[in-house]
């Protein structure tokens, strides 16, 4: 049977409904960076995820190629996930989707080495006929966290999130939105075949105790 991500690592793709700590490892992904209305047909994010996806496939099927990967054994496809951001908002603002900043990401099994990474990108772009090149080998050490299942539309995750910043600061805890370290989504359900009251979807955010400084420090959005 095929590895799972979301079976074996339940504590991480399937929190509960209501607020949990979680200390996450680190870990390597696909990823994709960009700006603007996630929601835009055929715009920049969802040109991004058919990159993402692209390149997970190939790696996903290359025991069917000519091309060896070390340690490979076969595995389940991890779900989407993204951080994202504003410039110069406390949260965010849903009614100016074109302010967002992202990075579209899909968590890789620790056997995939840059090397392997390298390849699928460029067999992908070859095959898919689309340019592969702006697809980055990731590696993020999230650390702290709070998360929670989210049930319903996007645009309904205020009042989730405010229901984890009471969590958190009843709990002797401070959101930790420095350095780097951003908003997460990992979307569990697929928009184009479910009624959005029905979409799941984890939050996640950094968090560190009450007074404390910050010990995660990430480089990913450096870009912006």
Not at 27 to 56: C, F, H, L, S
Not at 91 to 101: C, I, P, Q, T
Not at 145 to 150: A, G, L, P, R, S
Request: aromatic share 16%; proline share 5%.
């Amino acid at each position: 049977m095929a590895f799972d991500f979301k079976k074996e690592f339940k504590e991480f793709y399937l929190p509960k409904d209501k607020p949990e700590i979680v200390n996450v490892p680190r870990a390597n992904y696909i990823a994709v960076r960009g700006t603007g209305d996630p929601n835009e047909e055929g715009g920049a994010y969802q040109q991004a995820v058919g990159i993402i996806y692209a390149v997970a496939y190939t790696l996903k099927m290359s025991y069917k190629s000519d091309y060896e990967i070390e340690g490979f054994f076969e595995y389940v496809v991890p779900p989407l996930e993204g951080f994202w951001w504003q410039e110069g908002v406390d949260g965010a603002d849903y009614s100016a989707k074109v302010k967002f900043n992202w990075i579209s990401l899909i968590r890789l099994p620790d056997f995939v080495t840059k090397k392997d990474f390298d390849w699928a990108v460029e067999v992908a772009s070859a095959k898919k006929k689309i340019d592969c090149s702006r697809a980055e080998y990731m590696t993020i050490d999230e650390g702290l966290c709070v998360q929670i299942m989210h049930h319903g539309p996007f645009d309904e995750e205020p009042a989730t999130v405010a229901i984890m910043d009471k969590y958190v600061m009843e709990n002797g805890y401070a959101n930790d939105f420095e350095n780097g370290r951003l908003h997460h989504e990992i979307y569990l359900s697929d928009p184009r075949k479910t009624e959005p009251y029905k979409w799941k979807t984890v939050i996640r955010h950094p968090i560190k105790k009450r007074g404390a400084r910050s010990s995660y420090s990430t480089s990913f959005c450096e870009k912006y």
